[in-house]
């Protein structure tokens, strides 16, 4: 049974920085696009930054220059590194893998959420 475990979530002051990690665990032929989406009380769902397999990335207009996506494909892994963090980030944090459980069948997984709170 495929698995995304996330990790690194907590509180940080304004400013501050944290790092996420989320890992797919077990049997599958190989991990496609890994995301983070995050979702604030009372707001949608929303994605916060993609890469792909080859380590293309793009994020939302609101954490440019301030998250970096990346992975470590040997291990199934994405990180968020998160600085110059604001209270508007606050919310619940989603890790999102589209997995190709056999060659030439992909599923969607989602991790179980991590939440991120930023004090002023």
């Known amino acids: 049974q495929v698995q995304l475990l996330e990790s690194g979530g907590g509180l940080a002051q304004a400013g501050g920085s944290l790092r996420l990690s989320c890992t797919a665990s077990?049997?599958?032929?190989?991990?496609?696009?890994m995301a983070w989406y995050r979702q604030a009380p009372g707001k949608q769902r929303e994605l916060v930054a993609r890469?792909?397999?080859?380590?293309?990335?793009n994020y939302a207009e609101s954490v440019k220059e301030r998250f970096t996506i990346s992975r470590d494909n040997a291990k199934n892994t994405v990180y968020l590194q998160m600085n110059s963090l604001k209270p508007e980030d606050t919310a619940v944090f989603y890790c999102?893998?589209?997995?190709?459980?056999?060659?030439?069948?992909?599923?969607?997984?989602w991790g179980q959420g991590t939440p991120v709170t930023v004090s002023s």
């Open positions: 999102y893998a589209n997995i190709e459980v056999l060659l030439g069948n992909s599923r969607r997984y």
């Open positions: 077990g049997s599958f032929f190989s991990v496609n696009d």
């Open positions: 890469i792909t397999g080859t380590g293309g990335a």
